[in-house]
Every structure is written in C-alpha cells, then in structure tokens.
C-alpha cells in the first residue's frame, strides 16, 4: 500500500490514489458547506493570498471543493475572483505561440491519438531540416516568435538527435525581421540525460501531459509502446528538472476520465513539483480531447461541457495563480474567449496541426493530430484580442534573461513582473504591426499601444519603451527588452 507523500519520487506516493479518492469524497460533502466555500473562496483572492506549505495558493483539498460546488452564486464568485486574479498578477497580456508538428512517427498505442502506432490510414511524416526551415519561414511571416514543438515517440524515428537537431535549425532561420526566439518541447518523457542535452540546446518550457492521472485508466489508454509505463511517466517532470530544465508545463487530457479526479491530482501534482524542487509547474494545459483521422471523442467516458470546462480552468487559477495556462485551437472562439477571462495567459494562434501544415496554401488534414476548431489567422486572433481589451504579446524576454524556475516565480510572486512585461509585450507588439499585420490590426494594435504606454510606472521606462518603439516603427532594429 503506497502512503500520499507529496515529497515523494515516486509516482503513486505523491499522486497517491487513495488521497484524491479521499479528496474526492472530501469535497462531495462539503460542496454545499458555504461558510468554507466562503472562507476558500475569500483566501484566493488577490489581496488575501498566502501560499500553502506546498506555494500553492489552495490545497488540493481547498481546489478540490470549489469545484465540487454548484451553488450558483458561489460558482459565480469562483469566476469573479479567477478574473480579478488573472488581472491582478498577469494584467491583460496574452502571450501568443504556434505548434510545429516535426513527426507523426510514432510507436505507442494511445487510444485517443491518430499517431498511434495501428493506424494505417494516416500517412507518416517526418520533416527534414530543409522542411523545417520552410514551416519556420512561413511561422516567422506569420509574425510568430514562439513555438512549441511536438513529435510522436519513435525512437528510430525521432531519436533525441532529431529533435535537437531540429531546435537548433528553428533557433537558425532569421527571415526577413522575424527569428523564434523561444522554442517549448512537447515530446515522449525521456531519460535525465537528455532532458540535459534539450537544456543545453536553449528550450524554453518542457511540456508534458499527464493525459490522465488515473492510473487504471492510464494503463488501458496506453495500452502499448514506452507511454504504458505510468510511473515512468508521471515521474518525468522530476527527471526533467533533475536535468536542469526548470520550466515544465503539465496539463490533463480532459474528456478521457473523471474530471474531478483529474483535477486534484493536478493540484498535488503542482504541489509535488513546489515540495520537491522549490519551484511550480511554470504553465498548465487544458486540452480536451478532439476529433481526429480515426478518433471519436464520444468513445470516452469523461467528456465535459463547456461551463464545467470554464469551471476546471477557473478553479486552477485559483489554486496556483502564478503559474500560465494555456488554451490550444482545440477550442473554438467562443470558448477561448471566456477561457482568456479566467486566467488563461497564453493562447496558440494560427495554428496548423499537421506535418508540414505550415507551408501548405490550404490548410492540409490528412496529418492532423486533431480537428482545429479555431481556424483563424495569426492577424485575425491578435485583432480579436485587442477588440477585446487584452494586449497580445510575443514576448520571449523571461527566460532569455535567465527569469526561469524559482527565479521567474519570485518574480512573478514579488509582483515585478508586471513592469517588465508590460513594456516588453508593448515592443513586441510593435514589432509585430510594423512587420506583419492587417492595415486593420494595425490601426487599433496602435491606439492600444499608446494607450498601455501611460500604464508603465516608472518614467523612465516608459520613455525608453517610447523610444524603442519608435526605432521599431522607423528602423529594422528588433528585439529589445526590459
Ligand atoms: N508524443 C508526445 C507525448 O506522448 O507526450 C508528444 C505529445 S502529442 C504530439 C501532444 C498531445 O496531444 C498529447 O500529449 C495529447 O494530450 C494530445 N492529443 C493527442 N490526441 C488528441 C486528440 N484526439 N485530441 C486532442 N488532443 C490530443
């Protein structure tokens, strides 16, 4: 019998089944016990905020019974107070990225992915450098900075070297203004090792999705290939960290198992990440899980609606206000859109989930991981979230200053974060409407940037951002940062 130890390495200790169970049953009885829900709900807010023994900013527990909760005037404070977060320690900056698909090789057998290795109807794609060079021409015209990279497990296929071999040809291209600046990674969990060399090459966050945290679900979704070891990888963010790459991004394949299941093992998992290593996930995911070449969703037992979906992200934001979350175009506009009030700091835009999909006139599917549900332009995102009072960034700065890991969140938690990238996500901004966008975009992106300019405290960074902004607009000098 494993004991809950959220100091433990091993995966059913600090993912302890008997913990969310008893969590579970913990806030199926308090969920109408309004004087606690009050008194959680009163602890998250901004104001308020302590961080527990494990920094989050609620236990797994306290998370857990909001989102238990159904009254709805409390679910509609739930919503308030992740907004007045999300205000309060991010303002209204959403970091924009793209996904680069490098391979659909793939050996495992996940039951929800059309990469798994049984399907033969999906043609297999590997790209090569000069392939990659073009998708990273077409991303950089498009006005992108930061990509996350995504591949099958294969490791004839994509053997660390590939990918390496990849992030150092993304890092390479400089087209015309544009460079990526940052590249994430989404690959299979690995060995120390090669966390280490994925470090060494420049990555910016290592994610990872738990997929499901249930572990008797987990062994039959994966029922073949390396991913069938749950403990192997459960425990991946530990080796990655332990290999030096302290910004992971975790995240839940909603839709395959129990919701709230899921989510109190994704609080413990943070908490297990703060106990053991001082530092929490840097960003969390929220992908559900979509149509695809020979997926139904509908096959899977855990689907949720969107006010629940709404509900899951807002009760995150609460739990662990300073770390990112993200919102993929697996969800359609309407859903982003009340997604980005709830907490979400980054969202993909224009984005092609196919091998090779980037420099395709129309938007190819036959390799398609999932449907995209959000079909618009890079342009057409960025204007929507202008329409919408929030200030697209494409900001990089963070940890090419060296603000990852511990030194990022005491950043973020000391409140400092706010008067760097606010300017930087203004100057990049800039960037973005001198190079890159619609006479449209750019005639609100400018007001907007005028606007936010006044916002920066300090005169003197205002003046300066003021100024390279101007040599932005007039000259091809790129690339400044607070
Ligand atoms: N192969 C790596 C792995 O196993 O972690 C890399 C990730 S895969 C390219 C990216 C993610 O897409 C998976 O972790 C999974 O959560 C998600 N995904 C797979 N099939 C999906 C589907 N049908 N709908 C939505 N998301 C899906």
């Known amino acids: 019998m494993y004991k809950y130890d959220p100091k433990s390495l091993i995966a059913d200790e600090f993912i302890n089944d008997a913990e969310v169970r008893e969590t579970l049953a913990y806030a199926e009885a308090n ?76 050996v495992n057998g996940c039951l929800y992915c059309p990469y798994h290795a049984k399907n033969k109807t999906i043609p297999r794609k590997k790209l090569t450098q000069e392939e990659i060079r073009q998708e990273v021409i077409a991303l950089q015209d498009m006005g992108h900075k930061r990509l996350a990279i995504e591949a099958g497990e294969d490791p004839v296929n994509n053997p660390i070297e590939y990918i390496l071999e990849c992030i150092d040809t993304i890092y390479s291209v400089h087209h015309k203004n544009g460079d990526i600046r940052r590249v994430n990674v989404n690959i299979a969990a690995t060995t120390v090792e ?194 919408q009072d929030h200030m697209p960034s494409l900001c990089t700065a963070c940890y090419r200053a060296g603000r990852t890991g511990e030194r990022f969140m005491s950043f973020c938690k000391s409140g400092q974060i706010l008067n760097y990238c606010h300017p930087n996500a203004l100057m990049t901004l800039a960037e973005y409407l001198t190079d890159y966008a619609s006479p449209e975009t750019k005639e609100i992106g400018w007001k907007l940037i005028e606007k936010e300019l006044e916002k920066i405290p300090s005169d003197n960074t205002r003046r300066l951002c003021a100024e390279h902004i101007e040599a932005i607009r007039t000259t091809n000098q790129r690339d400044f940062r607070f």
């Not at 238990?68 to 739930?78: F, G, H, I, K, N």
């Not at 280490?196 to 572990?215: M, N, S």
């Not at 198992?257 to 297990?272: G, I, N, P, R, T």
């Open 194 to 387: 090669n966390y280490r060399k994925l470090k060494e090459a420049g990555i910016g966050t290592y994610i990872l999705f738990q997929e499901t945290y249930h572990k008797e679900s987990y062994l039959h979704l994966h029922p073949t290939g390396p991913k069938h070891d749950y403990n192997y990888h459960t425990e991946a963010m530990d080796r990655a960290m332990e290999g030096g790459i302290d910004d992971v991004g975790l995240g839940v394949l909603f839709g395959l198992e129990m919701y709230k299941y899921e989510f109190a093992a994704l609080v413990m998992h943070a908490e297990h990440l703060e106990a053991v290593h001082g530092v929490g996930p840097h960003t969390i995911s929220v992908p559900r899980v979509k149509k695809a070449d020979d997926i139904d969703p509908d096959e899977f037992d855990g689907g949720i609606d969107d006010e629940t979906f709404e509900k899951i992200i807002a009760c995150i934001r609460l739990a662990v206000p300073y770390t990112g979350m993200i919102i993929s175009t697996r969800e359609n506009a309407a859903v982003r859109e009340k997604a980005l009030k709830m907490g979400i700091s980054q969202i993909s835009g224009g984005s092609r989930t196919s091998v090779g999909g980037y420099t395709e006139e129309i938007r190819p599917t036959d390799t398609e991981q999932f449907d995209v549900s959000d079909q618009r332009t890079l342009d057409e995102v960025i204007r929507w979230l202008m329409e």
């Open 31 to 106: 969920k109408n016990n309004f004087e606690l829900i009050d008194a959680i709900l009163e602890k998250a807010r901004p104001g308020n905020l302590t961080l527990s023994e494990h920094g989050t900013a609620l236990t797994h527990r306290e998370a857990s019974v909001l989102l238990a909760c159904e009254d709805p005037e409390r679910v509609q404070r739930l919503f308030e107070i992740a907004e007045e977060i999300k205000q309060a320690y991010y303002g209204n900056r959403i970091v924009l990225f793209a996904p680069l698909y490098l391979s659909n090789y793939c």
